[in-house]
């Protein structure tokens, strides 16, 4: 038995994968903050995996981990919305487990799925970006994933979009994820509430109970509040690909995250924003946007892939 944890800045999500990236079962935790010790997130990833194994023999555990890991997969150098900060979280839980444990960062981790599994099987070269409570990011040149020099590329959500702009937990300014993920999702709703009488009726006109699952639900009703979210976080999200096209030229983008759940609704009008910001669209290969095939348990199968590649 193989298993992958996914932890993010709001759950942790552990899971059995088989050799064909088939999800057996799995077991949810909440993610304590980044501002606990690690010890209670490195618990709540230990019960997790308990769970999943039920008593029996686990081979190894991969990790996805919602950070900056180093190029050697042993450390989290830094992790926004976790409470890692240089610590060789490999050799604490390895020692804890008794398992063989590997990590990377969590959308590496879905870049890994996704081209063994899901949709970017075909491409030659692809970028992916995944949009939960941040934006995280991975390239995958030839079918191989490129770390960097340091382990930490594709931390596309640090990019400075808006100089001066939103703060965000990384503790600059202005970066993308602040205009484009979930958190981003949520904010652009909860300040038009007041317009929506779908989303007030399901917060019970408490705009901090609103959620991106809420704001979700109510723009699959048509809810107008709800799809100007949307279209305000697509928009970004078209915006940031077309740098990120300018920059890479792959042959394909991938869309991951609990946020590209959406699908035509954070999509469409990411499309349109990628065709009028890209430089040159008219006369290049636009690569064409796809949704993330294996859905937001792809980090948890990425992570799963690696523990399996670890021992075979």
Known sequence: MFVGVDIGGTKVLA??????????????????GRRVPAALVEAALGEAVREVAGGRRVEAVGLAAAGFVDVSRTRVLFAPHLPWHGEDVVARLTAAWNVPVIMDN?????????????AAREASSTVLVTLGTGIGGAVVLGGELWRGAGGMAGEFGHQQVVPGGLPCPCGRTGCWEQYCSGNALVRHARARLGASAVLNAVTGDDPGALTGAMVTEAASQGDPVALAAFAEVGDWLGVGLANLVAALDPALLVVGGGVSAAGRLLLDPARAALARSLVGAADR???SIAPAALGPEAGMIGAAWLARQMVS
């Open 15 to 32: 899971g059995e994968v088989d050799a064909h990236g088939t999800v057996v079962r799995t077991a949810r935790r909440d993610t304590p």
């Open 106 to 118: 969590d959308a590496n981790c879905t870049a890994l799925a996704e081209t063994a599994y899901g």
């Open 285 to 287: 290969v636009v690569p």
